[in-house]
């Protein structure tokens, strides 16, 4: 019964190959089997967001998929949007407006705000409410997410506008 | 929070999942987005020796709306729901009522055919096709058949659908007329204290049809036709929308639980089938 099958999951523009139970959730396999700990453990119960990564281009609760489903996936972590020498727009924004206390949440809350964006460039404030409303935060009071996602639309925008 | 270990399938055709439910009987079960069905494996509240994926089973998925009415492929996500102009232009009950489903990433994955399959009084969707009297096409091993939503939800989990059939597709004409998805719930993600679906249309300044259905406040979605027919032939005053809330509170049977009591449910029903009404005849 706990035959293990062959996983290939493309991470970050990576290709891995690696045996798990079809079982195991996309969040160990990430964390444990491919030391990828940007996504993290908040509640494993579909509640608190702070697992989400970007899977075939939909904002999805890794501690929500098995590996088995994910298997042949393209996932996107927040290792894969910034890197501490290269930050995204968004860690910019969010380092900038003080969009963190812990940091526990943040990395899912990025990786959801960049789908976001990426699906609605210029969101009004209630839109970013409510798109990033499968994300918990028990610091911030999420005021200054808020702020640093609008912050980061703008810069964007007009970062797009400058090139065009 | 480790489910109990199974045997995974991808089929790439429905022959290929019929024959596996065929094989493995009720040791068998579909997966769809897994949003109703991962958190109850983790829970070990389900146990399934044998998941059979559907995601890629191409003809499980899209959205068509033309003459004969409008099919929703059982493998369409919420995301894609709100996501298709077409489809809110044709029916935007179904919008509004997705928009008010879990959180944008459950949205992303969990599926309308899930969401009628699964059988918990606490999804939306069920009541949602009640209310717009949908077929739910389910094919087995002996070809497919149709079931109206009105007949197809027995008990908390226990549907007409046999072990071996699968949900492929919802069809239902186009609905006319002004609409409205109300739902009360503690935080956004959460299942509904109370929710009602409505859809009513206007003749000369009087409702000429309504149809109502309510959710989570019953063992399964209560279609209450005895609910229209107070609003039915009325101006839509005060006096009928009492009367209306009064026949749906004859027809509920809710239980009470982490929510609240019976007597709270039942105000809360009363309320958002009362602001339901309102808004669905202002867009009458
Ligand atoms: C945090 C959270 C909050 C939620 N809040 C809500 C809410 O407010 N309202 C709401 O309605 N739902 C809510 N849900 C449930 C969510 O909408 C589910 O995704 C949905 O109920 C099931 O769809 P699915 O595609 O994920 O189905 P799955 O979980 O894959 O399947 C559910 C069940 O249906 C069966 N099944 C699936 N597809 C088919 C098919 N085509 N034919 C036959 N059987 C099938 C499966 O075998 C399983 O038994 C919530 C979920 C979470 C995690
Ligand atoms: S850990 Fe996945 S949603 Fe909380
Ligand atoms: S910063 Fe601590 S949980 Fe969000």
């Not at chain 2, 996500?77 to 935007?92: E, V």
Request: proline share 4%; with cysteine.
């Amino acid at each position: 019964m706990s035959n293990k099958m062959h996983v290939k999951l493309n991470v970050n523009g990576e290709d891995h190959e690696f045996l798990a139970e079809p079982r195991e959730l996309l969040i160990y396999a990430l964390r444990e089997k491919l030391n990828i700990t940007g996504p993290h453990v908040g509640c494993e119960t579909t509640h608190c967001g702070a697992c989400t990564v970007t899977m075939n281009g939909k904002s999805v609760k890794s501690c929500t998929v098995f590996v088995a489903q994910a298997n042949g996936a393209e996932v996107t972590t927040i290792e894969g949007l910034g890197q501490p020498d290269a930050l995204h727009v968004l860690q910019e924004n969010f380092k900038e407006h003080h969009g963190l206390q812990c940091g526990f949440c943040t990395p899912g809350m990025i990786t959801r705000a960049a789908k976001l964006l990426e699906e609605n460039p210029n969101p009004t404030e209630e839109e970013v409410r409510f798109g990033i409303s499968g994300n918990i935060c028990r610091c911030t009071g999420y005021q200054n997410i808020v702020k640093s996602i609008l912050s980061a639309a703008s810069e964007l925008n007009s970062a797009k506008e400058a090139a065009q | 929070m480790i489910p109990a270990a199974f045997e995974y399938y991808r089929p790439a055709s429905m022959e290929g999942v019929i024959a596996l439910l065929e094989e493995h009987g009720d040791e068998a079960r579909v997966i769809a987005g897994g949003h109703s069905l991962i958190p109850m494996m983790k829970l070990r509240m389900a146990e399934v020796a044998h998941l059979i994926d559907l995601q890629d089973i191409a003809s499980l998925s899209g959205i068509t709306i033309d003459s004969d009415g409008i099919r929703l492929g059982a493998m369409t996500t919420q995301h894609d729901i709100i996501g298709s102009a077409a489809l809110t232009a044709a029916a935007p009950i179904i919008k509004e009522a997705a928009l008010q489903i879990a959180d944008p990433q459950v949205r992303y994955m969990g599926t309308v055919g899930g969401n009628v399959a699964n059988g918990d009084p606490g999804n939306d969707m069920p009541g949602l096709m009640q209310c717009l009297d949908a077929q739910f096409h389910l094919l087995g091993p002996d070809g497919e058949r149709v079931v109206a939503a009105r007949d197809f939800y027995e008990a908390a989990y226990m549907t007409d659908r046999e072990d071996e059939e699968v949900l492929v597709e919802i069809t239902f004409a186009a609905p006319t007329g002004g609409y409205a998805y109300e739902k009360q719930k503690r935080k956004i993600g959460d299942y509904a204290t109370a929710a009602a679906a409505v859809q009513m249309s206007k003749v000369d300044g009087k409702v000429a049809t309504a149809s109502i259905a309510m959710t989570n406040l019953s063992d399964t979605p209560i279609w209450s036709e005895e609910t229209a027919e107070a609003l039915i032939g009325t101006t839509c005053d005060d006096a009928a929308i009492k009367s209306a809330i009064a026949a749906m509170l004859g027809d509920i049977d809710p239980t009470e639980d982490n929510r609240g009591p019976i007597a709270f449910k039942c105000h809360a029903a009363g309320i958002v089938l009362g602001r339901a009404i309102k808004r669905a005849w202002s867009r009458a």
